[in-house]
């Protein structure tokens, strides 16, 4: 594999994910979560997810650099390495709801191309690779320009809420989902007018950005620039994602975005 997914490997890809997200569908009943040392928590579900994509990933592309959230890395220096976040918005899984996913990205030199998200318990997989377009249940995904109005929805993560606060009424309501990987491909399904979210990990990020990405859309730091590299984004990095016209409106700084009513 040379950089770029044939739509065999796409398709392998999808549902690969997709088994892993049953797998975790089915443990989330009995999920018992406890505390890892970065402040955040971990199921077991999330172990035995992650093994579950390295060993399948393993077998359709050996030798291929793994990044998981649970095993760190493994695998060799290659320019292309997959990122793996067995379950994003493990809080939320840990109480029995609904928002969350499993995520797996395709980075080339720290660039997404290729990304599957699944979010089990809403019955919705999102799933892209450059040049093979970008898609949810069968459909290619085009995402439209951002429009910031009263009655736009703008999804934000609990940190980037909490660091901003809510934006001005006439921008539109907020809305809160279980991890950045949901929010991202809500963004790129037209779900969400924009995203805003605090950098944490590259894995929370790949699987969801390659699908933003392929749908058209955009993803930004909050000073205007484009996001090429995410290995390369420092750790307290804000980003804000939407349509293809979304240079237009940064970087006015959150909350004061400018385009409101356009």
């Not at 406890?34 to 579900?45: N, W, Y």
């Not at 997810?49 to 095993?71: N, S």
């Not at 918005?89 to 997404?112: E, F, I, K, M, N």
Request: net charge negative.
């Amino acid at each position: 594999m040379l950089g770029l997914l044939t739509p065999d490997d796409l398709s392998f890809l999808v549902q690969a994910s997709q088994r892993a997200a049953m797998m975790a569908l089915q443990m989330q009943p009995t999920a018992a979560s406890r505390d890892k040392g970065d402040g955040t928590i971990v199921t077991e579900a999330d172990l035995q997810v992650e093994r579950l994509l390295r060993h399948d990933l393993g077998g359709r592309f050996p030798g291929l650099p793994i990044l998981g959230e649970e095993e760190g890395r493994t695998g060799g220096q290659a320019g292309l390495v997959f990122a793996l976040d067995p379950i994003d918005g493990t809080l939320s899984y840990a109480r029995g709801d609904g928002h969350w996913a499993v995520s797996v990205g395709l980075l080339r030199q720290g660039h997404p191309v290729a990304g599957v998200v699944v979010a089990p318990a809403l019955g919705v997989t999102w799933w892209a690779a450059q040049g093979l377009g970008a898609y949810r249940a069968g459909r290619r995904l085009t995402r439209a320009d951002t429009r910031l109005h009263r009655h736009s929805l703008v999804a934000f993560t609990t940190s980037a809420l909490t660091r901003y606060g809510p934006p001005p009424a006439e921008l539109g309501h907020v809305r809160c989902f279980g991890g950045i990987a949901l929010q991202l491909a809500l963004c790129a399904d037209n779900r969400v007018d924009a995203a805003i979210t605090r950098y944490w990990s590259v894995w929370d990020l790949a699987g969801a950005t390659a699908v933003l990405l392929e749908a058209g859309g955009r993803l930004l730091t909050a000073d205007g620039d484009e996001v090429t590299d995410l290995f390369a984004c420092p750790e307290d990095a804000d980003f804000i994602a939407g349509g293809p016209n979304l240079r237009e409106l940064v970087p006015v700084p959150l909350p004061r975005w400018s385009g409101a009513g356009s």
